[in-house]
């Protein structure tokens, strides 16, 4: 996970417009925000997003 989509998660999460277990929301609003990059990084890698949520680390 790069430093730029860490910071796009966080922004959305400030936001308070979803529940960030549900990853299509997350995704649409990615979109909405232009953050494109989430929007693939959420498709390619579920598991390294969810382990973020869960433990606010990074995988490296």
């Known amino acids: 996970m790069t430093e730029e989509i860490r910071k796009q998660i966080l922004?959305?999460?400030d936001?308070?417009?979803s529940n960030m277990f549900d990853v299509p929301a997350v995704q649409r609003i990615a979109h909405e925000m232009?953050?494109?990059e989430l929007?693939?990084?959420l498709e390619e890698s579920p598991k390294e997003y969810m382990q973020f949520i869960l433990t606010g680390k990074a995988e490296p």
């Open 39 to 41: 929007v693939v990084f």
């Open 11 to 13: 922004a959305i999460r």
């Open 15 to 17: 936001t308070g417009r």
């Open 34 to 36: 232009e953050f494109y």
